[in-house]
Nanobody
Framework: VQLVESGGGLVHPGGSLRVSCAAS????????MSWFRQAPGKEREFVAG???????EYTDSVKGRFTISRDNAKNTMYLQMNSLKPEDTAVYSC??????????????????WGPGTQVTVSS
């Protein structure tokens, strides 16, 4: 099993960035997939999740600015981030939900994780 994020980088406040997550080694289309992020000195938090059919969920702080999507034919998930703010600075990781005990926002429900990609929003 492998999840690999790409597309992170440095962007000015108000700018946009798209990060990608390439999956392999498991049946990607069968899994609920999510993006989490961890800022310096803070706990990792749920950002957005998407069902195999494309139903989306977001944490309140990114609603209206971020869009999660997936391409099951390409085994890839995306996070389009618009109107970025300095407080969006974090390491963004993708994860596959392998159990359904606590809910999509709970880290413990996810068994497959990528190493993460750094997103820095700064002028």
């Amino acid at each position: 099993v492998q999840l690999v994020e790409s597309g992170g980088g440095l962007v000015h406040p108000g700018g946009s960035l798209r990060v990608s997550c390439a999956a392999s080694g498991f049946t990607f289309s069968h899994y609920y997939m999510s993006w989490f992020r961890q800022a310096p000195g803070k706990e990792r938090e749920f950002v957005a999740g998407i069902t195999w059919a494309g139903r989306q969920e977001y944490t309140d702080s990114v609603k209206g600015r971020f869009t999660i999507s997936r391409d099951n034919a390409k085994n890839t998930m995306y996070l389009q981030m618009n109107s970025l703010k300095p407080e969006d600075t974090a390491v963004y990781s993708c994860a596959a939900r392998t159990s359904q005990y606590r809910g999509p926002e709970a880290e413990s429900d996810y068994g497959y994780w990528g190493p993460g990609t750094q997103v820095t929003v700064s002028s």
